[in-house]
């Protein structure tokens, strides 16, 4: 499975930008060679997991029976760890070419994405520079293409797409984005 590029949240010791990196990597065990990893690997239902910072993160199976992968990062209020699985963007190692930390941490949805905004009492945020210039452009489209499938705005709530708002959206985004 490709795992999702690192993400860009706020360094919890300089609050300058920083990368989130998931510590697994997950791999079917049918089509994947364990003896040419060098890491440490763990089978997990038709799982092979890759422990990618061994010294920071060893793998332990979820609790639940599920042997699947969810996503969208963890949010107060959000999916409780009793619903099994393993849940992605939820905890990792975070890097900060700033100051140099490392560490590990449990992210807190949109707490700690570093491209984040207020607007009008609610968060609008994205994952990163990529998905805020995705965002951006979808904002300032004329005729927006639909949000269905893959598309990386099809979570922005329709909130930040009325034409009431359009325009202190557009402002905002573009001011951080540069």
């Known amino acids: 499975m490709r795992l999702p590029a690192p993400i860009e949240v706020r360094c919890p010791h300089c609050q300058g930008q920083a990368f989130f990196e998931e510590p697994f990597e997950f791999h079917s065990a049918r089509h994947f060679d364990a003896s040419a990893e060098h890491r440490p690997v763990h089978r997990w239902s038709n799982w092979l997991v890759v422990e990618r910072f061994p010294s920071h993160y060893r793998w332990k199976a979820p609790r639940s029976s599920g042997a699947y992968i969810r996503s969208g990062g963890y949010q107060e209020g959000g999916v409780p760890e009793s ?55 979808y904002v300032q489209a004329d005729n927006r293409p639909s949000r269905r499938g893959g598309s990386p705005v099809r979570y922005v709530p329709s909130h930040f797409l009325t034409a009431k708002i359009r325009e202190l959206v557009v402002r905002k985004l573009t001011q951080s984005l540069g």
């Open 83 to 137: 619903e099994g699985g393993y849940p992605l963007m939820t905890q990792g190692l975070i890097r900060c070419p700033a100051c140099h930390q490392q560490s590990r941490r449990r992210l807190q949805w949109p707490t700690d994405a570093y491209w984040q905004w207020q607007i009008r009492g609610q968060c609008l945020w994205a994952w990163d520079r990529q998905h805020a210039l995705a965002i951006l452009a």
